[in-house]
């Protein structure tokens, strides 16, 4: 298949310029009551909504927040109950998960809790390929055929009625544990487990998939007195998951990262410790970064490429020989999806823009060529690159399985609903979605789509913004400054790493890097001190780059060789 050039005004757009906020100065009443803090981390904790010295401290020690009791959640204590009665009569249990590394440590949470209970347990992850996402009726048929009598869903569920319905009237009793934002109507299920259904009172909404399967595994250890393992032990899963799914990191998330970090320095897990070291990382360094970028995206690999069981095998064997096997499996699967995904964004790019002069309010891009384990990345770097809800799908002889991610000024999941006569299955969040829809339905689809999203965006300026928390000069990054900043990990969705702007500052040794030159390197001076910066996917800047900009970025530390130094990560160039 043969792609036309990208028009020029449209390639343009990829290089937009982006919005810069930078957080007004913190109010001298503020400064005030946060005094016991250094300046510095006073801006940081306002910028960040903590006023008062309390939930200042508690926000920096990251301490479990005292509201977290599971069987306050709806349909925690049925579960428990239903679980309790299935171990005790020695019944088939199947945990059902999904084949994303928050569904992959959920499966693995629940079915090591169970086994360690005494139960007879397996884990089930659907082939992203031959099955697609969540439950389905022929899996369910198996399950019941190998004697299961109880299925517990974990990151799946909440969308599926017809599913729900099929297992009770095949003799499967079914638990779902989900934290998609559910329908209008609830699946017929034995108990649902999702703080986000209506009438919840878990004040927690925004867990993850694994943050859900780990609650009702809290409960379940806490309701066996004499139970041989620990709710601490599963901490390791918690936090892979929790980050990797993009939740936001604050409260009851912040906490469960926090001492997941914890449990990963100690690296118990034999298939975590492999897997880190195939990503060229040490235990008791990983951060919320290294799991987003580094880890995160290896157990991805596996159920994009082939099949997520692998992710699943790695984190759960004792085997040394086994656990480096299959740790550098999912690395080599891992590069060859980052292959794909390049070739993939280019086609998709091309789809999206021919024969258009002006950008559309929601891209979409579908082909028989295209890897449905990938749709989702190159939805995301279609977003990112010309900040639009995005699209891209899987095209075969009778359906369409598409891939969402979408701005903050479109809910992605919401504009799905008013489509749902069209569509097979659906579901997600407001950034994100997955759907089917029968290709005789497929035009419709897209043509309400692009008329819900030009309603909702049409008057609104599409412009990505930067938030930076001050402006600082140059000889303000320092070793104090760095351990101030590393006072807010682990730092993610909703609580993001510390950002700075400097102005006028010289730039030196401009250089391209990386496998495709996409890397823009150089340093940094103010005439005082020099610094060395990296501007990922940005190299197309070299050719126009004056020698004195603005800069927008973060202050890391970069470890190359076994020597470690100061680097500022830039996130924008103005010149």
């Given at each position: ?101 928050d569904g992959v440590t ?214 040394v020989q086994k656990a ?170 909703d609580n993001p790493i ?78």
């Amino acid at each position: 298949m043969s792609f036309p050039a990208t028009p020029p005004a449209l390639a343009l757009a990829k290089t937009q310029a982006k919005r810069w906020k930078i957080h007004p100065p913190l109010p001298a009443e503020v400064g005030r009551a946060l005094s016991q803090f250094s300046p510095i981390l006073q801006q940081l904790l306002y910028n960040r909504g903590y006023t008062e010295p309390e939930q200042a401290h508690i926000f920096i020690e990251g301490a479990m927040p005292s509201d977290t009791d599971p069987m306050q959640m709806l349909g925690v204590p049925q579960a428990v109950e239903r679980v309790r009665r299935a171990i005790q009569n020695g019944e088939k249990i199947a945990i059902y998960g999904d084949y994303d590394t928050d569904g992959v440590t959920a499966t693995v949470l629940l079915v090591q809790t169970l086994e360690k209970l005494g139960g007879t347990v397996m884990g089930y992850i659907p082939d992203r390929f031959d099955e697609g996402y969540g439950l389905n009726k022929e899996a369910l048929t198996k399950l019941h055929s190998q004697g299961v009598g109880l299925i517990i869903t974990v990151d799946c569920g909440i969308r599926s009625p017809a599913e729900a319905e099929y297992a009770r009237q095949t003799g499967l009793d079914l638990i779902i544990s989900d934290h998609h934002h559910p329908a209008e109507k609830l699946p017929d299920a034995y108990a649902i487990i999702n703080p986000k259904q209506a009438g919840d009172p878990y004040p927690h909404k925004e867990l993850a998939g694994v943050g859900v399967a780990y609650k009702l595994a809290y409960a379940l250890i806490r309701s066996f007195p004499s139970a041989s393992i620990q709710p601490d032990e599963l901490l390791d899963l918690v936090a892979l998951g929790t980050v990797a799914d993009l939740v936001p990191l604050v409260g009851e998330n912040r906490a469960l990262v926090r001492y997941g970090l914890m449990a990963i320095g100690k690296a118990h897990r034999q298939g975590l410790r492999s897997l880190i070291g195939a990503a060229g990382l040490r235990p008791e360094r990983v951060t919320a970064t290294d799991i987003g970028f580094a880890l995160g995206p290896r157990l991805n690999a596996a159920g994009r490429i082939e099949t997520a069981m692998a992710a699943y095998d790695l984190l759960r064997t004792p085997d040394v020989q086994k656990a480096g096997a299959l740790a550098q499996q999912l690395d080599d699967q891992n590069r060859h999806r980052q292959n794909i995904t390049r070739s993939m964004q280019a086609q998709a790019e091309q789809i999206v823009l021919e024969g258009k002069t002006e950008l559309p309010f929601l891209l979409f891009a579908a082909h028989p060529d295209f890897n449905p384990g990938v749709v989702g990345l190159v939805a995301s770097r279609l977003t990112e690159a010309y900040y639009r809800p995005a699209i891209a799908a899987h095209q075969d002889k009778e359906s369409t399985r598409g891939s969402c991610r979408s701005i903050p000024e479109f809910h992605i999941t919401n504009a799905l609903d008013q489509c749902k006569d069209l569509l097979e299955h659906h579901g997600g969040h407001a950034a994100a979605a997955g759907f089917t829809v029968r290709n005789e339905n497929l035009g419709q689809l897209i043509e309400r789509l692009q008329t819900i999203a030009a309603e909702k965006l049409s008057t609104t300026d599409l412009q990505p913004t930067l938030r930076a928390d001050m402006e600082i000069a140059l000889d303000d990054l320092k070793l104090d400054l760095f351990q101030t900043i590393e006072k807010l990990q682990p730092t993610g969705y909703d609580n993001p790493i510390a950002s700075f702007v400097s102005r006028q500052v010289k730039i030196i040794r401009p250089r391209l890097i990386g496998k495709d030159n996409s890397h823009l390197k150089f340093s940094v001076t103010d005439g005082r001190i020099t610094h060395d910066a990296i501007a990922f996917r940005q190299g197309y800047r070299l050719s126009s780059l004056p020698s004195q900009v603005d800069l927008l970025y973060t202050f890391e530390i970069n470890e190359y060789n076994g020597r470690e130094s100061f680097q500022l990560n830039i996130k924008d160039i103005r010149y």
